[in-house]
């Protein structure tokens, strides 16, 4: 499967996103989806992930601002961003992986399948 992230921009604090990610081929339910991001000079971290059947998992620091989705006939994965802040600048990728059950929470675990990325730049 591959993987193309889209829908960044440059954007005020507050306002929202929609970013999108696309997968080819026929086999995209059976992935869970992540979505990281990676800062300038910083690491890549994960967002959130969604599950083959719909579980989501949030980082605390985006919980109650990101929504991820998915839906699998159109194969592809959606991350809604809102109220968004300077910080969440960054270039922001998706992936496929298992998200799995693990001492009463969920892990996601990401194989090397990557979105080439797409910017997020919020001005404040």
């Known amino acids: 499967v591959q993987l193309q992230a889209s829908g960044g921009g440059l954007v005020q604090t507050g306002e929202s996103l929609r970013l999108s990610c696309a997968a080819s081929?026929?086999?995209?339910?059976?992935?869970?989806i992540g979505w990281y991001r990676q800062a300038p000079g910083k690491q890549r971290e994960l967002v959130a992930s969604?599950?083959?059947?719909?579980?989501?998992k949030y980082e605390e620091f985006v919980k109650g601002r990101f929504t991820i989705s998915r839906d699998n006939a159109k194969n592809t994965a959606y991350l809604h961003v809102n109220s968004l802040k300077p910080e969440d600048t960054a270039v922001y990728y998706c992936?496929?992986?298992?998200?799995?059950?693990?001492?009463?929470?969920?892990?996601?675990?990401?194989?090397?399948?990557w979105g080439q990325g797409t910017q997020v730049t919020v001005s404040s």
């Open positions: 081929g026929n086999i995209f339910s059976i992935y869970a």
């Open positions: 992936n496929a992986g298992t998200l799995s059950r693990l001492g009463g929470g969920l892990k996601y675990t990401p194989f090397a399948i």
């Open positions: 969604i599950s083959r059947g719909g579980d989501t």
